[in-house]
Antibody, heavy 117, light 107 residues
Framework: EVQLVESGGGLIQPGGSLRLSCAAS????????MTWVRQAPGKGLEWVSV???????YYADSVKGRFTISRDNSKNTLYLQMNSLRAEDTAVYYC???????????WGQGTLVTVSS | DIQMTQSPSAMSASVGDRVTITCRAS??????LAWFQQKPGKVPKRLIY???SLQSGVPSRFSGSGSGTEFTLTINSLQPEDFATYYC?????????FGGGTKVEIK
């Protein structure tokens, strides 16, 4: 059974940094398309970033240069390092696993990030 | 970036109705289109991928069609548990992009 458990969310001031984690079981993070998706309160879904293959990464324009996706194969964990946080980054952040041509099949429960002074 | 436009943004329907939701891409994406369902306070759930492939475990009243720039999600005989918000996602080109969502409410 695939399980994805996010952690690391919380309240952070604008300009601050936060690292989200997504611990995986039943799936290996280094052999799948591992993705972060976010959802601002009362809003729709926004794709954030993906990592796949050896080191292929892509980002949404809204986070490029501020967020970094990575994974630790030994811990089977996906990360999202978020720097220079803004109020508009406030959202529930989900990690999800997919495959080429079949994205976002399994989702975690999400972790809430609130950027506010 | 590819823009995804969903319509309608909200709709009211009755149990037993046939519901159709449309998603249009700003450029051709072949069949790289997925559909998701999200109920209030819940995690999104994938219903369809590759435009028309039904996710395992999803009821057969859900179907997807289309190719290129226009896609449709159809729910035949709407059930009470189908009242939710539906999103399309293009997965042809990074960055991936979602549609704005369609909220299906009870009439």
């Amino acid at each position: 059974e695939v399980q994805l458990v996010e952690s690391g969310g919380g309240l952070i001031q604008p300009g601050g940094s936060l690292r989200l984690s997504c611990a995986a079981s039943g799936v290996t993070v280094n052999t799948n398309y591992m993705t972060w998706v976010r959802q601002a309160p009362g809003k729709g879904l926004e794709w954030v970033s993906v990592v796949f293959s050896v080191s292929s990464t892509y980002y949404a324009d809204s986070v490029k240069g501020r967020f970094t996706i990575s994974r630790d194969n030994s811990k089977n964990t996906l990360y999202l390092q978020m720097n220079s946080l803004r109020a508009e980054d406030t959202a529930v952040y989900y990690c999800a696993r997919g495959a080429s041509g079949a994205p976002l099949e399994f989702w975690g429960q999400g972790t809430l990030v609130t950027v506010s002074s | 970036d590819i823009q995804m436009t969903q319509s309608p943004s909200a709709m009211s329907a009755s149990v037993g109705d046939r519901v159709t939701i449309t998603c249009r891409a700003s450029q051709g994406i072949s069949n790289y289109l997925a559909w998701f369902q999200q109920k209030p306070g819940k995690v999104p759930k994938r219903l369809i991928y590759a435009a028309s492939s039904l996710q395992s475990g999803v009821p057969s009243r859900f179907s997807g069609s289309g190719s290129g720039t226009e896609f449709t999600l159809t729910i035949n005989s709407l059930q009470p548990e189908d009242f939710a918000t539906y999103y399309c996602l293009q997965h042809k080109t990074y960055p991936l992009t979602f549609g704005g969502g369609t909220k299906v409410e009870i009439k």
